[in-house]
């Protein structure tokens, strides 16, 4: 594994920036890409969801470029200046213009909200209906379809990102992965590799390795990210993106910067 392309630091809900560069550096990576989070939205949920977690991306990149611009001088490592973004098709203009104005080394693509909530909430989707909870899922797929073909993003994330809520694991199908497999090989976005929950309770890498499969079925190849939050975090998700790629034969890529 060259290049974690996926990391979090204090500009949205990280670490440092230097104690993620120097656990990359430590990791023996080559390349290491900063993607905080960033929702750009004039909708009233994702706006207050912005003010109360403090993904502020929009307003502070350019003081978050310097900081990585001046240690690009000290360090040996690549640093490579990207961004997180939240993704709701209702968003998509405002999404285009803020990175066309930006210009970030590159772009990832997260789907994060069901029903308008974060996907993550155990409690708001565990009280729902089998029915309900089968309708999101199929929402978040049709979202991720949108996302992918949007060619918004150079990366999209996590892109089973459901699995990691009980409330709503199990409950995709192969048709709604060989959609997601259809659009990215028609699209120039790449999936990855996520490790984020890899060492946790949920214990997996995204995609699953029944998703994995249909996507090798289509050709599509993968970057690896750990979306690490903390630095104690990257070099063991990094083994773990490494066995995955052995034991799966799974095609890695990297992108043009």
């Given at each position: 594994?060259?290049?974690?392309?996926?990391?979090?630091?204090?500009?949205?809900?990280?670490s440092f920036l230097?104690?993620?560069?120097?656990?990359?550096?430590?990791?023996?990576?080559?390349?290491?890409?900063?993607?905080?989070?960033?929702?750009?939205?004039?909708?009233?949920?994702?706006?207050?969801?912005?003010?109360?977690?403090?993904?502020?991306?929009d307003v502070t990149?350019?003081?978050?470029?310097?900081?990585?611009?001046?240690?690009?001088?000290?360090?040996?490592?690549?640093?490579?200046?990207?961004?997180?973004?939240?993704?709701?098709?209702?968003?998509?203009?405002?999404?285009?213009?803020?990175?066309?104005?930006?210009?970030?080394?590159?772009?990832?693509?997260?789907?994060?909200?069901?029903?308008?909530?974060?996907?993550?909430?155990?409690?708001?989707?565990?009280?729902?209906?089998?029915?309900?909870?089968?309708?999101?899922?199929?929402?978040?797929?049709?979202?991720?379809?949108?996302?992918?073909?949007?060619?918004?993003?150079?990366?999209?994330?996590?892109?089973?990102?459901?699995?990691?809520?009980?409330?709503?694991?199990?409950?995709?199908?192969?048709?709604?992965?060989?959609?997601?497999?259809?659009?990215?090989?028609?699209?120039?976005?790449?999936?990855?590799?996520?490790?984020?929950?890899?060492?946790?309770?949920?214990?997996?890498?995204?995609?699953?390795?029944?998703?994995?499969?249909?996507?090798?079925?289509?050709?599509?190849?993968?970057?690896?990210?750990?979306?690490?939050?903390?630095?104690?975090?990257?070099?063991?998700?990094?083994?773990?993106?490494?066995?995955?790629?052995?034991?799966?034969?799974?095609?890695?890529?990297?992108?043009?910067?």
């Open positions: 594994m060259r290049c974690d392309y996926h990391t979090h630091t204090t500009y949205s809900d990280g230097s104690w993620m560069v120097s656990a990359a550096e430590r990791a023996r990576l080559d390349a290491i890409g900063i993607t905080d989070h960033c929702t750009i939205s004039a909708r009233e949920g994702p706006r207050r969801q912005r003010a109360n977690m403090g993904f502020n991306l990149y350019e003081r978050r470029r310097s900081a990585i611009e001046a240690m690009r001088e000290r360090r040996d490592i690549e640093i490579h200046d990207g961004v997180e973004m939240d993704f709701h098709p209702d968003d998509s203009g405002e999404i285009a213009a803020f990175l066309d104005e930006v210009g970030f080394d590159y772009a990832i693509g997260s789907v994060h909200e069901l029903d308008g909530t974060n996907v993550h909430s155990e409690d708001h989707f565990a009280e729902q209906s089998a029915a309900a909870r089968r309708s999101h899922v199929a929402t978040y797929f049709d979202r991720l379809v949108t996302l992918v073909e949007s060619e918004l993003f150079d990366v999209a994330a996590h892109i089973d990102l459901v699995e990691r809520n009980s409330a709503l694991r199990g409950l995709a199908t192969d048709e709604q992965y060989r959609r997601v497999a259809e659009a990215f090989a028609d699209s120039r976005t790449v999936p990855e590799l996520n490790a984020g929950r890899v060492r946790s309770e949920y214990g997996e890498v995204h995609p699953t390795p029944q998703f994995t499969e249909i996507l090798l079925e289509e050709g599509i190849e993968f970057v690896l990210g750990t979306d690490s939050h903390e630095p104690k975090e990257i070099e063991p998700r990094k083994a773990e993106l490494e066995t995955f790629t052995a034991t799966h034969d799974v095609e890695t890529t990297t992108l043009s910067l």
